[in-house]
RNA sequence: GCGAGAGUGGCGGAAUUGGCAGACGCGCUGGACUUAGGAUCCAGUACCGUAAGGUGUAAGGGUUCAACUCCCUUCUCUCGCACCA
């Protein structure tokens, strides 16, 4: 008995696509080209998640799809493989993480094969190669060899920067400070998470509440020289190019979000040099200074006698009754009145404690100190006194801020805490209801109204009011319009040691120490390779693991100069920022990528992957294209011209009820969350078990579903991640031995819509699995022994029915999966498949062309019935069926017929019946005309023979 | 708090521009064939009602001949960001 059996019949086909290089891509495109692009995964250790094939399978429909439309295809895999768990693998195995990491390559490899993913598995790539990662180096260099260009908006040549004159008269050494300082690539001191207990330093993310994730030690914030790639200077660029993206208006949001530019002024509040009386500034010399800052216009760079503060309401600068500044702003000295010094030091010491999580989770509270001193208001000149507040953020705007308490929340807050005075400057309108509060100081009003208590300006609606008003003050030389970005510079190094090293070298001097001096690995010279290491337990101190490195990797001498290796390496997100370039000419030693190649594939042209990066690698990724752009190594100011993002598959749909220590129900309804996910009764408090319902023990009542024993007990229903702990994870070798790789892909695809999150059922992959044996029975005779055709599959013409569903078929699956719908394309061959296992005769032509629609999502069982049905190459290339829309249509048509907006009846008609015969016919109807008599029809509505309406009185 | 998305049968989900709500699948019920079935085939399956009929797309209101679809208000859930001045 031949049945399906995709053991048998998956190995097959992935074998022969393999030795024949089915889809081996051209070098260039021959014809329309199409680059379709999977976020290349990270080889973990536990190998391939359901949710990897969900996109892998999508975008597999659609080259398989577009090759039969003749399109030239690039579809390429490879991994995103280095990675802190390997590491953390090495410290405690010695296992090099090298070998681990293969090792996990392998299992993906074999995993992604099984799923017979079309793949050109001659350009696999991993950012562990050294080859590869040659290029990642390359591309650092350039980062590197870049300043960026405001006025030509523009990333140049490091040799084309301008260099002052003040700065070239001070020698060589100057010079290349001043290089470095412009730099998309430099260093700075940075703080990191730096765990002594476990001799290493942490990331953001493996630190909770101040302790260590791993072991709960203690965790300290401490500088360390960093390297930081210039992203804000592209932030402009970033987010004005999503434009012209085909991406969901839902991820660009993210991005602008993330992004984060808006627009205001920098305002500077007089100081002076030093303080005057009661800490105010000198009114002597505050005048001097006012009228030298009309004749020489807003500076630059802000002098010490300035506070320069960044506001997007300039409009509300009357309304500025107090100034405050970050703990680390570098005025705290020169602000600080002798009297209050020990208070502020108290103050910053402990803000310099607290993390940043620290500082935005005690938001409710807002904390500050006072200096002493005071700060000219440019607006009326008055002074008003400047505080210290960790509410301000340093490393925003200027870390300065002038706060308007009736007008920003947190501003109010504060002068609520402290104390200050809250004058109104917005008038919110006569129409709003809590104007009299606003005016009144009780409420702050933070929208847009007039101008009030702003002398001359009142009256002024806000937005007319800010342009105003920064006008006057630039034209005075105490403002000017400014931008500011949420985004900050990316902190590109780690102190790991399963990462790229940075191809840079430290100059040392005679005693060993570095002298300041980079010095960049000739591009001819890469890669520099990672060191053997026997070694991988920490080595207690701060520094990268690479210290320990052998001497001779360490020290380099060029030209008769010591040097020492950076020791740093690049974080994870490096090798993904590029990937796609190198899957276009991956083998090429002379170059990153060959231009004419470039030019002819690129951009990708539909790339999908998870949500969870739809903010730091697509933003690094572009950042990195912009650069490349700039410097002239690639041709589109934008990678990813379409962008999808899968959504996340949770685990089986769970029913939860919850229980007394004692086994007796509580309702859901009285239980709340407590920490650690524990449950809690709402109103006594004691902790309740948590446990699963079965699918028949419970039942839905009116909105709620409750336990069949007991209705009075209502109970929780949802979909959970998957994960380890809840022991809900499904493993996808499981899946395609139970029910092959073909009822995995369709099941995935047949879940819902792409971008959805959806949950897990294994029933549901056992019922495409039985539309596939249904499919394999409507063509294979079952009933012999050896595999052969059904005898109702007969070379004969369809009849008209047969022809009208096959084109029907042909153009809804196109159209459905050019949308990118695959559950209703299957839906559509589901019912395909429904009418035709019904027929007698079953004509060939029209087994083939569904054999044919079918082959994208289930590409080894239609190699298979193709094969039977006496095709002996592949399908692959075989042209996509083509509709007749003539085909379709029906000789009549049934039309609902409406009194009053509700369907009463049906009618038949011609398909080519006129509005008139339509509206005759309806009339006529025998259940319609007893309904009209006596009635008086106003209106008849006959839409797009699709429907007629009487409305009737 | 801000931003984005979503809410349709027991479940996953369908429904070009407003035009027959519930395609397709799961599950369930009944039947056929069977020694048997987790195989296969047939029929039924939104809810209330014996029926005629009525009611239904989170809730409420509106526009319209006609609303899952458009507008307003509210609620719930998911995701992201979170003192960004």
């Known amino acids: 008995m031949p049945r399906y059996n995709p053991a048998v019949v998956e190995p097959k086909w992935q074998q022969y696509w393999e030795a024949k290089k089915t889809f081996a891509a051209a070098k260039s495109p021959v014809g329309p080209k199409l680059y379709v692009l999977d976020m290349f995964p990270y080889p973990s250790g536990n190998g391939l998640h359901v949710g990897h094939p969900e996109g892998y399978t999508a975008t597999d429909i659609v080259c398989r799809f577009e090759r039969m439309n003749g399109k030239s295809v690039l579809h390429p895999m490879g991994w995103d493989a280095?990675?802190?768990?390997?590491?953390?693998?090495?410290?405690?195995?010695?296992?090099?993480?090298?070998?681990?990491?293969?090792?996990?390559?392998?299992?993906?490899?074999?995993?992604?094969?099984?799923?017979?993913?079309?793949?050109?598995?001659?350009?696999?790539?991993?950012?562990?190669?050294?080859?590869?990662?040659?290029?990642?180096?390359?591309?650092?260099?350039q980062l590197f060899d870049t300043w960026y260009d405001t006025a030509a908006k523009k990333g140049r040549p490091i040799a084309e920067l301008p260099i002052p004159a003040e700065v070239s008269a001070q020698g060589g050494l100057a010079v290349d400070k001043y290089r470095d300082e412009h730099r998309l690539a430099y260093q700075l001191e940075a703080p990191v998470n730096w765990c002594p207990n476990l001799g290493t330093v942490l990331a953001n993310e493996e630190v909770i509440g101040g302790v260590s994730e791993r072991g709960g030690h203690p965790v300290v914030r401490i500088p360390l020289r960093q390297w930081m790639l210039r992203i804000t200077a592209y932030a402009d660029r970033l987010e004005?190019?999503?434009?012209?993206?085909?991406?969901?208006?839902?991820?660009?949001?993210?991005?602008?979000?993330?992004?984060?530019?808006?627009?205001?002024?920098?305002?500077?509040f007089y100081i002076g040099r030093e303080p005057g009386r009661n800490g105010k500034p000198h009114p002597a010399e505050f005048k001097q200074w006012r009228d030298a800052r009309g004749a020489s216009g807003f500076p630059r760079t802000a002098g010490p006698e300035v506070l320069r503060v960044f506001t997007t309401?300039?409009?509300?600068?009357?309304?500025?009754?107090?100034?405050?500044?970050?703990?680390?702003?570098?005025?705290?000295?020169?602000?600080?009145?002798?009297?209050?010094?020990?208070?502020?030091?108290?103050y910053c010491e402990q803000a310099a404690?607290?993390?940043?999580?620290?500082?935005?989770?005690?938001?409710?509270?807002?904390?500050?100190?006072?200096?002493?001193?005071?700060?000219?208001?440019?607006?009326?000149?008055?002074?008003?006194?400047?505080?210290?507040?960790?509410?301000?953020?340093?490393?925003?705007?200027?870390?300065?801020i002038m706060a308007v308490p009736a007008h920003d929340e947190r501003d109010y807050a504060f002068a609520k805490q402290f104390d200050l005075p809250i004058i109104p400057v917005v008038d919110p309108g006569e129409g709003s209801k809590i104007r009299a509060e606003v005016l009144g100081g009780a409420l702050c009003y933070a929208d847009h109204g007039t101008a009030m208590n702003s002398s001359e300006y009142d009256g002024t609606p806000t937005a007319e009011f800010k342009t105003k008003i920064t006008a006057e003050l630039a034209r005075r030389g105490e403002a000017r319009e400014a931008v500011n970005y949420k985004l900050?510079?990316?902190?590109?190094?780690?102190?790991?040691?399963?990462?790229?090293?940075?191809?840079?070298?430290?100059?040392?001097?005679?005693?060993?120490?570095?002298?300041?001096?980079?010095?960049?690995?000739?591009?001819?010279?890469?890669?520099?390779?990672?060191?053997?290491?026997?070694?991988?337990?920490p080595h207690g101190r701060p520094e990268p693991p690479l210290e320990e490195a052998p001497q001779d990797w360490l020290y380099v001498t060029l030209d008769g100069k010591r040097y020492k290796r950076e020791t740093n390496t690049m974080p994870q997100w490096a090798g993904s920022c590029w990937y796609f370039l190198r899957f276009i000419d991956p083998k090429n030693s002379d170059a990153l990528i060959d231009p004419a190649l470039e030019k002819a594939w690129m951009p990708v042209d539909l790339y999908i992957g998870g949500a969870e990066h739809a903010v730091l690698h697509l933003l690094y990724a572009r950042f990195w294209h912009k650069v490349l752009f700039d410097r002239g190594i690639v041709t589109m100011r934008e990678p990813f011209q379409k962008l999808v993002n899968q959504g996340m598959i949770l685990g089986e749909l769970e029913i939860t009820g919850y229980q007394?220590?004692?086994?007796?129900?509580?309702?859901?309804?009285?239980?709340?969350?407590g920490e650690n996910e524990k449950s809690l009764h709402r109103q006594t408090g004691e902790e309740l078990r948590a446990v699963r319902v079965a699918s028949a023990d419970a039942k839905k009542e009116g909105d709620s579903l409750v336990l069949v024993a007991d209705a009075a007990i209502r109970l929780d229903s949802r979909a959970y991640k998957m994960s380890k702990s809840r022991g809900n994870v499904i493993n996808p070798d499981d899946v395609v031995k139970e029910y092959g790789a073909d009822s995995l892909r369709?099941?995935?695809?047949?879940?819902?819509?792409?971008?959805?999150?959806?949950?897990?059922?294994?029933?549901?992959?056992?019922?495409?699995?039985?539309?596939?044996?249904?499919?394999?029975?409507?063509?294979?005779?079952?009933?012999?022994?050896?595999?052969?055709?059904?005898?109702?599959?007969?070379?004969?013409?369809?009849?008209?029915?047969?022809?009208?569903?096959?084109?029907?078929?042909?153009?809804?699956?196109?159209?459905?999966?050019?949308?990118?719908?695959?559950?209703?394309?299957?839906?559509?061959?589901?019912?395909?498949?429904?009418?035709?296992?019904?027929?007698?005769?079953?004509?060939?032509?029209?087994?083939?062309?569904?054999?044919?629609?079918?082959?994208p999502l289930a590409?080894?069982?239609?190699?298979?019935?193709?094969?039977?049905?006496?095709?002996?190459?592949?399908?692959?290339?075989?042209?996509?069926?083509?509709?007749?829309?003539?085909?379709?249509?029906?000789?009549?048509?049934?039309?609902?017929?409406?009194?009053?907006?509700?369907?009463?009846?049906?009618?038949?008609?011609?398909?080519?019946?006129?509005d008139a015969a339509i509206e005759a016919a309806a009339r006529a109807d025998e259940k319609i005309a007893p309904l009209l008599e006596g009635k008086t029809i106003v209106k008849t509505i006959i839409a797009q023979k699709r429907l007629v309406n009487f409305v009737v009185k």
Not at 888 to 913: C, F, M, N
Request: with cysteine; hydrophobic share 40%.
């Open 313 to 346: 309401r300039p409009d509300t600068l009357y309304g500025a009754t107090y100034v405050v500044v970050a703990p680390e702003h570098p005025l705290v000295e020169r602000l600080t009145m002798p009297d209050r010094k020990a208070e502020v030091q108290a």
């Open 660 to 673: 007394r220590a004692d086994g007796s129900w509580v309702s859901a309804r009285d239980v709340k969350e």
């Open 746 to 855: 369709l099941y995935e695809m047949f879940m819902g819509p792409l971008e959805a999150t959806k949950p897990w059922a294994t029933t549901g992959v056992n019922g495409v699995r039985g539309f596939l044996d249904r499919v394999w029975r409507m063509i294979v005779n079952d009933r012999a022994d050896e595999l052969e055709i059904h005898p109702a599959v007969q070379a004969v013409p369809l009849t008209e029915e047969q022809d009208r569903i096959l084109h029907r078929t042909i153009r809804d699956v196109t159209q459905d999966i050019r949308r990118l719908s695959f559950n209703t394309a299957i839906a559509k061959m589901m019912e395909f498949t429904n009418f035709y296992t019904g027929c007698e005769v079953r004509p060939r032509e029209a087994m083939e062309k569904i054999v044919l629609l079918l082959s």
């Open 82 to 141: 280095f990675g802190l768990p390997a590491e953390q693998h090495a410290i405690k195995t010695q296992q090099p993480p090298r070998v681990t990491t293969e090792k996990n390559i392998a299992t993906f490899r074999r995993q992604l094969k099984s799923l017979g993913f079309s793949y050109d598995w001659d350009r696999e790539v991993s950012t562990t190669d050294v080859e590869y990662f040659r290029w990642t180096q390359w591309i650092f260099l």
């Open 353 to 400: 404690r607290k993390s940043d999580l620290d500082r935005t989770d005690l938001a409710k509270h807002k904390t500050g100190v006072f200096t002493g001193s005071f700060a000219a208001n440019p607006a009326n000149n008055r002074p008003v006194p400047v505080w210290i507040a960790d509410y301000v953020l340093a490393g925003y705007g200027t870390g300065a």
């Open 488 to 537: 900050r510079d990316w902190l590109f190094s780690r102190q790991h040691f399963w990462g790229e090293p940075f191809p840079i070298l430290h100059e040392l001097d005679d005693a060993g120490n570095p002298t300041g001096r980079l010095r960049a690995i000739a591009p001819e010279s890469l890669p520099v390779n990672l060191p053997p290491m026997t070694e991988f337990k």
């Open 240 to 268: 004005s190019d999503l434009e012209g993206l085909d991406w969901s208006e839902g991820i660009k949001a993210l991005q602008r979000n993330w992004i984060g530019r808006s627009t205001g002024a920098e305002v500077d």
């Open 859 to 914: 590409p080894h069982i239609a190699e298979e019935l193709w094969e039977l049905l006496g095709h002996p190459e592949t399908l692959a290339y075989e042209p996509w069926p083509t509709f007749d829309e003539a085909k379709i249509r029906e000789s009549t048509i049934e039309i609902p017929v409406q009194i009053l907006g509700k369907v009463r009846g049906r009618i038949i008609v011609p398909a080519d019946a006129d």
